[in-house]
Nanobody, 119 residues
Framework: QVQLVESGGGLVQPGGSLRLSCEAS????????MAWYRRPPGKQRELIAA???????RYGDSMKGRATISRDNAKKMVYLQMTSLQPTDTAVYYC?????????????WGQGTQVTVAS
């Protein structure tokens, strides 16, 4: 069974920083694009950043300049470093990965990790 498991969420004060991690596990042959999304309360899901296997990254508008995505292909992990967090960054953060396995190629999502920015 293939899984994406996020970690690192929690409560942080305004202006603080947080690093999210996501680990892929299971019968995975290749991982293509990995990405982070978030869903603020009452809003639609939005892209934060996506990263290719060669670490070429692109960023959405939601956290541009305040988020850095990275990955470790050997560990099958993707990270999101966030700085200058504000209450408007409160959301459930999701990991996403395009992966190849015995089933073929498909898009997978983690269960999400809550990030709350409050004093």
């Amino acid at each position: 069974q293939v899984q994406l498991v996020e970690s690192g969420g929690g409560l942080v004060q305004p202006g603080g920083s947080l690093r999210l991690s996501c680990e892929a596990s299971g019968s995975i042959r290749s991982i293509y694009v990995m990405a982070w999304y978030r869903r603020p309360p009452g809003k639609q899901r939005e892209l934060i950043a996506a990263i290719q296997p060669d670490s070429d990254a692109r960023y959405g508008d939601s956290m541009k300049g305040r988020a850095t995505i990275s990955r470790d292909n050997a560990k099958k992990m993707v990270y999101l470093q966030m700085t200058s967090l504000q209450p408007t960054d409160t959301a459930v953060y999701y990991c996403n990965a395009d992966m190849l396995g015995p089933w073929g190629r498909d898009d997978f999502w983690g269960q999400g990790t809550q990030v709350t920015v409050a004093s």
